[in-house]
């Protein structure tokens, strides 16, 4: 089976930097994503990571070591709107095609 | 933004009754994933599609089927819904997931509610 952690909440003030770890254990792994959900609202992509090492989009980089199977997830310059869930999700590769599975995620809140 | 359309958006239904939600989209994409999301559980998978009539069971499927008959359309059916099944349920798709440049997009959800 899978199993895929991430912290349940978080608290970070604006203009910070916030780090979201997510550990996973998993055969057939594929790639990482991170998600961002706000509340009532779908998941939005924000990252994709299939090789060691950070990628970078703006104000967000991704982090993955597939050794030790961990990935983060790095918020800058934190504003309110930031203030959502975050998603870890593990793609894996069956006989039946890739089918993506979800950590539980983050709640992130964003203080003043 | 990519086109999926969930329908309905939102359904209150009696227990017992069968349940159809249905996830259209228009970009010709090969996989086509259904989630339902529970406070406490995130986003679970329920049954996904990687071609017509091929599907395979995610973590959840139990009391739920699937039928993939063409492209565009993916329908999940609660044959007999319980109130167990009230969650939001999201349709995903995506052309190539694994592949560097082919993201995984998800539809607006569909609220289910069985009294």
């Known amino acids: 089976g899978q199993n895929i952690d991430q912290p349940t909440e978080m608290t970070a003030t604006e203009g910070a930097i916030v780090q979201i770890n997510c550990t996973y254990q998993?055969?057939?792994?594929?790639?990482l994503f991170w998600y961002q959900q706000h509340a009532g609202e779908a998941p939005t992509f924000l990252s994709y990571?299939?090789?060691?090492g950070l990628e970078e989009k703006g104000r967000f980089s991704s982090f993955l070591s597939r050794s030790k199977g961990y990935s983060y997830l790095l918020l800058k310059e934190l504003q309110m709107k930031d203030s959502a869930s975050y998603l870890c999700?593990?793609?894996?590769?069956?006989?039946?095609?890739?089918?993506?599975?979800f950590g539980t995620g983050t709640q992130l809140k964003v203080e003043l | 933004d990519a086109g999926i359309t969930q329908s309905p958006r939102h359904k209150v239904t009696e227990t017992g009754t069968p349940v159809t939600l249905r996830c259209h989209q228009t970009?010709?994409?090969?996989?086509m994933y259904w989630y339902r999301q529970d406070p406490g559980h995130g986003l679970r998978l329920i049954h996904y599609?990687?071609?017509?009539?091929?599907?395979d069971k995610g973590e959840v499927s139990d009391g739920y089927s699937v039928s993939r008959s063409k492209t565009e359309d993916f329908l999940l059916t609660l044959e007999s819904a319980t109130s167990s099944q009230t969650s939001v349920y999201f349709c995903?798709?995506?052309?190539?997931?694994?592949?560097?440049?082919?993201?995984?997009?998800f539809g607006e959800g569909s609220w289910l509610t069985v009294v």
């Open positions: 995903a798709i995506s052309e190539s997931p694994g592949r560097v440049g082919n993201t995984i997009y």
């Open positions: 990571n299939v090789l060691d």
């Open positions: 970009e010709n994409h090969r996989y």
């Open positions: 999700a593990v793609l894996i590769l069956t006989g039946g095609g890739n089918k993506l599975t």
């Open positions: 599609s990687y071609g017509v009539k091929d599907t």
């Open positions: 998993t055969s057939g792994f594929n790639g």
